[in-house]
């Protein structure tokens, strides 16, 4: 399993950024995905994770501003986010694992190297 992100970037606050984590080594329609993140000096935060249906969920600190999704045909996850604010700073990793083992453990295994975004005021 190999996860590549990209489109990270420095902003000015307000602005916008569209993550990009390409996939590959395992069937990726059939995994659970999601983003992490983690600034220096805090906790890793799971930012939003989507299934395999595309059912999602997200976390309150982005709720309204970032929006994941995915697309099977590209085996692409993508994390929209709009109306970023400084506290959004952080190196954001794209995660995956097998929805049934995820539903389960309520982990994911496979990380990808990260992208940093840096929002300034």
């Known amino acids: 399993v190999y996860l590549v992100e990209s489109g990270g970037g420095s902003v000015q606050e307000g602005g916008s950024l569209r993550l990009s984590c390409v996939g590959s080594?395992?069937?990726?329609?059939?995994?659970?995905m999601g983003w992490f993140r983690q600034a220096p000096g805090k906790e890793r935060e799971n930012v939003v994770n989507?299934?395999?249906?595309?059912?999602?969920n997200t976390a309150d600190s982005v709720k309204g501003r970032f929006t994941i999704s995915r697309d099977n045909a590209k085996n692409t996850l993508y994390l929209q986010m709009d109306g970023l604010k400084p506290e959004d700073s952080a190196m954001y990793y794209c995660?995956?694992?097998?929805?049934?083992?995820?539903?389960?453990?309520?982990?994911?295994?496979?990380w990808g190297q990260g992208t940093q975004v840096t929002v300034s005021s």
């Open positions: 995660v995956t694992e097998r929805c049934s083992w995820y539903r389960q453990h309520r982990e994911y295994n496979y």
């Open positions: 989507i299934d395999a249906d595309g059912k999602n």
């Open positions: 080594g395992y069937t990726f329609k059939n995994y659970c």
